[in-house]
């Protein structure tokens, strides 16, 4: 009679294991550290002495290794396709995450209906029942006759179901629901989240059929599970965006088959998530005209320059101690910048409360917005607008310099592109800027920011 699997609780930190639960790890003294895992039965019969000459898999040389063209499927959205690197790869084991309500079942049921023309598609669901799903489908129009619902949580069984059907594509929603009936734990634990995505892994990789899971996130935005989980995936994808905006931002943290430094952008409608073809319009689109504390930055996602509306609001404060908030920029670099203006550049912010917000829910986290940042507070300081033509972007150092940055001059054609006849630009980026691109617009290199000042509002 074949033995069941015994269960063990292992130390994620030093590896002790225990046939019971320790708060403390007998091994290292770590609290919180012990994690439920089953072992396999040892195999009483078995020799160890005796040495195994039957091998797995057969040692080759890498200059014998064949590299044939890789199999991408279209999902018929160019934005997921641009962050997945070109279409979902055969054989792949994606993850998909974001908070609740922002959007990764309805994405993954619209691409179904594009996929669905060529392929079968298994959407195997934990926490919805059939009718749920046809009424979601019904509203997004998806009734292509190659999509298959399977209602079950039995990680088992869905593993022998895609090994009899043998579908092309496989949707896990979620892996939080999954069950591995060996494990006496709850769901959604670390160890079922752990077996359940390597028994997914394991079908997935040895009948090549591409699957996506979905996970969900924890209070920190973290995905809920252990950090494994991340680690046996081959691309993490992050669902981005305010529940109360239209806009969500899809992020590739992780990709073994293409960039991470690629967006995808969205806008969620009535009949599901858009593609956001051209988010620098989005983005700064019902601007204001001759409104001061208003600037416009540029930052790079990947190889996609995004522009973005930076607005400043500077007023008396009424309090002994002025009042900071910064939404969409790093509160700390707002500090460090307020001090540079104040002690490099002349402008006085002490007695002031000073807001500053990133119109349209993104997040300035390269020190290229350093300058439109600026730029925005000094106009509000003064109630001086600048022009509405005008665009910044350079690095502020402690100093009160402007240094060069990266990726100038496809800033430029993306800024030209949109209207921009202005461009104010670190004078070290000029010097190595293309004729063809000096004369598509008016390139003004400045190396203070007082002078950048000047040209924006002249």
């Not at 003294?29 to 396999?40: D, Q, V």
């Not at 400043?312 to 001090?339: C, E, H, I, K, Q």
């Amino acid at each position: 009679m074949a033995q069941k699997a015994k269960t063990v609780y292992v130390c994620s930190d030093c590896g002790y294991e225990s046939a019971k639960w320790y708060g403390c790890c007998p091994g290292c003294g770590e609290w919180n550290t012990m994690s439920e895992t089953f072992k396999a039965p040892e195999n009483p019969k078995k020799n160890v002495r005796e040495p195994s000459h039957v091998f797995s898999s057969e040692v080759q040389r890498i200059n014998e290794i064949t590299c044939d063209s890789e199999i991408r499927y279209k999902t018929g959205l160019s934005e997921l396709d641009r962050v997945l690197g070109g279409g979902i790869v055969k054989g792949s084991l994606v993850l998909l995450s974001g908070d609740p309500g922002i959007g990764k079942s309805t994405i993954l049921l619209q691409i179904c209906q594009f996929l669905g023309q060529t392929l079968k598609i298994l959407y195997v669901s934990g926490e919805e029942s059939a009718h749920q799903i046809k009424l979601r489908a019904d509203r997004l129009g998806v009734s292509t006759d190659n999509l298959s619902v399977f209602c079950e949580t039995d990680v088992q069984i869905i593993s022998e179901y895609m090994r009899s059907s043998k579908p092309d594509l496989v949707i896990i929603d979620s892996i939080q629901t999954m069950n591995f009936t060996e494990l006496n734990s709850s769901l959604g634990s670390v160890a079922q989240v752990r077996e359940c995505t390597n028994c997914l892994m394991q079908a997935a990789k040895s009948l090549n059929i591409p699957t996506i899971v979905v996970g969900h996130v924890n209070k920190d935005g973290n995905i809920a599970g252990p950090k494994v989980l991340e680690h046996i995936v081959d691309a993490v994808l992050y669902f981005e965006g305010e529940r109360h905006l239209s806009y969500r931002i899809l992020r590739a943290v992780k990709n073994r088959y293409g960039s991470t430094n690629e967006i995808g952008v969205f806008e969620m409608k009535d009949n599901g998530l858009s593609e956001v073809e051209n988010p620098s319009q989005m983005m700064i689109s019902g601007r204001p005209n001759n409104t001061s504390g208003s600037c416009v930055a540029c930052l790079m996602e990947g190889s996609r320059p995004i522009l973005a509306e930076v607005q400043a609001l500077v007023s008396s404060s009424g309090y002994g101690n002025p009042r900071r908030t910064a939404n969409g920029f790093d509160y700390n670099r707002l500090a460090m910048l307020l001090a540079v203006l104040e002690k490099r550049a002349g402008y006085f912010y002490g007695n002031t409360d000073v807001y500053i917000n990133v119109v349209g829910g993104l997040k300035l986290d390269e020190p290229a917005s350093d300058l439109s940042v600026a730029l925005a507070l000094i106009s509000s300081l003064k109630d001086v607008p600048i022009r509405d033509d005008v665009i910044a972007f350079g690095e502020i150092g402690l100093g009160g310099e402007i240094r060069s940055i990266g990726s100038c001059e496809a800033r430029i054609k993306e800024a030209v592109r949109l209207g921009f006849t202005k461009c104010i630009v670190p004078y070290h980026n000029y010097k190595n800027l293309n004729n063809s691109v000096k004369a598509s617009a008016e390139i003004v290199p400045a190396r203070t920011i007082r002078a950048a000042f000047e040209a924006a509002t002249d």
